[in-house]
């Protein structure tokens, strides 16, 4: 079972803002309720589509996490 759907049959009447496409990167769900999903397992998501790293970086930056604002945004987050 995905992350996702476990977060959705655990919390399954809190209004969530996914990031279309990166279902493979969401890592939990944050104490406000937003989705959280990991920079890097997006980047790589980028890459295997065909973006080098530099690009799926840039793209990232500019694309995806610039889009999301809001109570109900999703959090990105970089792992260490």
């Known amino acids: 079972m995905s992350i996702l ?3 959705l049959q655990e919390y399954p009447d809190d209004g969530y ?6 279902d493979e990167a969401l890592v ?7 989705l959280v999903y990991s920079i890097d ?5 980028l890459m ?12 990232f930056y500019s694309e ?6 809001g ?3 999703p959090i990105f987050i970089q792992t260490i």
């Open 5 to 7: 759907n476990k977060i």
């Open 17 to 22: 803002d996914k990031a279309k496409g990166f």
């Open 28 to 34: 939990g769900v944050s104490s406000r309720n937003n």
């Open 41 to 45: 397992k997006c980047v790589k998501i």
């Open 48 to 59: 295997d589509e065909g973006f080098s790293y530099e690009e799926a970086l840039e793209h």
């Open 64 to 69: 995806v996490d610039s889009v999301y604002f």
């Open 71 to 73: 109570k109900t945004a």
